[in-house]
C-alpha cells in the first residue's frame, strides 16, 4: 500500500531524518513530539509540526491521526511510550503503522500488539552498509 499522508511520532536524529525525506519526496508529514526544542527546530521543514505527548490518546484525536495513511513511531528509549503509542495509533485505525524498536524484544512487543512493520535502525543500517561495501555499484540496497 503507497501511503501519501505520514504522521511522525517522535523527532529525534532518526525520526526527524525520515520527516524530512519524505517532505523532500513531495508527501505531508505532520511531526509530533513533546520537546519543544525538537518541534521548534522542525516546525519551518515539515507540512505541520506540533508539541504533544504521543501517549494521551485524546491528543491524538484531537490530531485527527486515524486520518493518517501512515504513522511511524520514532521512538526508541522510552519502550512504555513507543508501545502505549503504538496501541493508540492502531485502535484510532491508522492504516500502516511502523515502530522503531531498541531491541530485538522491544521489536517482538510491538509486533505482538500489531505493528505492521518494525524498524531497528542501526542494525538495518549495519546491513546495509555491508551489503554497500562488497558492492559498491548496488546504491539502492
Ligand atoms: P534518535 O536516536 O532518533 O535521536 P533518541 O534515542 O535520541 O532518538 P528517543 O528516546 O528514541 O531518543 O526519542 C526520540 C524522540 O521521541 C525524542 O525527541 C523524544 O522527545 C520523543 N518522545 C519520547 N517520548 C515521547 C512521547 N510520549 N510523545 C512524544 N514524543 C516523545
Redesign the pocket.
Known sequence: MKSNQFVV????????SLARELIQLGYEVLG????EE?VQEMSQVLTHAVI????DEEVLRSLGVRNFDCGVI?????IQ?SIL?TILLKDLGVKQVVA?A?TELHGRVLEKIGVDRVIY?ERDMGIRVAHQLVSPNLLDY
Open positions: 511520532i517522535g523527532l529525534g536524529r532518526f525520526g526527524s509530533v513530539d513533546k520537546d525538537s504533544a505527548d504521543a501517549t520514532a521512538i526508541g528509549d522510552d511510550a503509542t522503531k531498541m535502525p
